[in-house]
C-alpha cells in the first residue's frame, strides 16, 4: 500500500470512493489504510461500509474483525490491575 504512505493511500481511495461509493473493495481498501494508522474509528466505519455494500465480501469480514480484536487489545491495556 504505497509503502507505508498511509495518508496518501486515504486520500487516493477517498477520490476513489467519491467516484464510485458503491465499491466494497474501495472502502475496504481504504479500512487497512486506516487500520494500519491505528485509526480503528476510521478502519471499523469503513470496514463496515464495505460490508453493507457486499454482504459476501470475506476480506472486509475478516479487516473487521481485525480491527475490533485490536480495539479489544486497547481497551484489556487501559485496564487498571
Known amino acids: 500500500m504505497l509503502n507505508g504512505q498511509y495518508d496518501r493511500a486515504i486520500e487516493l481511495y ?5 467516484l464510485e461509493p458503491s ?5 475496504n481498501n481504504i479500512s487497512l489504510a486506516y487500520f494500519r494508522k491505528e485509526d480503528f474509528q476510521g478502519a471499523e ?6 460490508i453493507e455494500l457486499d454482504p459476501k465480501y470475506l476480506k472486509a469480514h475478516i479487516k473487521l474483525v ?12 487501559l485496564i487498571p490491575r
Not at 477517498?14 to 467519491?18: D, K, N, P, Y
Not at 465499491?23 to 472502502?27: D, F, K, R, T
Not at 466505519?45 to 464495505?50: E, L, N, V
Open 45 to 50: 466505519q469503513h470496514a463496515r461500509k464495505s
Open 66 to 77: 481485525e480491527t475490533l480484536i485490536e480495539v479489544e487489545n486497547f481497551r484489556v491495556m
Open 14 to 18: 477517498t477520490r476513489a470512493i467519491e
Open 23 to 27: 465499491s466494497a473493495v474501495y472502502h
